[in-house]
């Protein structure tokens, strides 16, 4: 049976108390702020807290000092307020503050493995560590950058290791909108700019990105520009120094990029004038693993031929992996994934493509429900085949899971 300090309102206290002893659990103290919960953590060790989502109840500071002491914390908010605020501390188990006991019992007895925190990792302070950076390119004509980049982002987030997704396309960004959150606000513009002065650090980053909540798959996400104009923001000085402390944050940088490699100062006479290119090119160069998609028809195929040159072009040296989406008899005829397996070979000298199969049902209730393939439709052909691209190329293993990691993950967010 769990030890509990409550950290709640005295309605709610009320409400659970008697359901939690009749539980067999023991109740070490009662308190109604963060303050008065620092205090009693002094003199007394409880496995789990149970807290209410407001400022007054949940900082920072208590939260470090739960994971230092190995605490299992559960939120309960009251309203999205609440709920944003958790998300914003990094919390990532957060039910609703109207639930019965026996919902809140399955996380104190089981809780959920979802990514940690990010910057708490138990390594000493300077600790040097460097994510890898997977870039995600396609072509022209939509071939679904987009839609892998969030999933591969999504299946890494579930192995266990923590993720930020980076919309960098400077033509149409388009993560916040296939997640269905707010891009007034771009964060990669954001990010880039704070790096531009040196002032990207691990605590802005955590204002300007949004998190994604799932309770196996939950990652961090720099939205994309909001206004293709403003694509001067992302010069490559800029990219490359949030690239850079991305991967001291996190495990797994993946970018978003845009289509286009053209070099920019062919096109223009200033040489020091900004590049449109820039960004997905910088991207592209310093990614550790390009992931290259294109569409599984006549067309499609047509169009990343012609630009998979000017991909291996720019990145000479850089592990490239080829997925072709929407993989489907009625585009290319009988046995299509033989079809698009020679096709690759005979006129491109690609061997052993990933085959994403054609799954357009799930893929819209993905984009309806502003959710990963894994949380709107977790037996999806196409999900499947990103899944296992991601655990045999990618993450070469799970990442080490203990029994309670120091950042023990958090959120399960009611639906």
Known sequence: MAAIILVLDRHTE???LADIVEQGHSVLAQVRTAAECMLALAHIAPSVLVVGARRETLTGELLSACDGRGIRVIALAASDRDRRYAATLGLLEV???AVAWPEIEALVH?????PMRVGDRGRSVGAPRAGRVVAVWGPTGAPGRTTLAINIAAEIAAAGHTVALADADTYSGSVAASLGMLDEAPGFAAACRLAGSDSLTQSEFERIAQRYNSPQGAFW???GLGRPSRWPELSAE???RTIEALRLWVDYVVIDTGFNLESDEELSSDVFAPRRNAATVTALRAADHVVACGLADPVGMGR???AFGDLTDVISDTAVSVLMNRVRQSAVGLDPAG??????RRFGAIE???LVPNDQASLDVAVLTGRTLRDAAPKSLARASIRRFVLTTLVAAPAERTARRRSLARTLVPR
């Open 14 to 16: 009320d409400r659970l």
């Open 95 to 97: 039910l609703d503050a």
């Open 110 to 114: 089981g809780g959920v493995v979802v």
């Open 221 to 223: 996400v720099l939205t």
């Open 238 to 240: 800029r990219v490359t």
């Open 304 to 306: 990343f031929l012609r």
């Open 339 to 344: 079809q698009v397996i020679g096709a690759l």
């Open 352 to 354: 052993a493509p990933v």
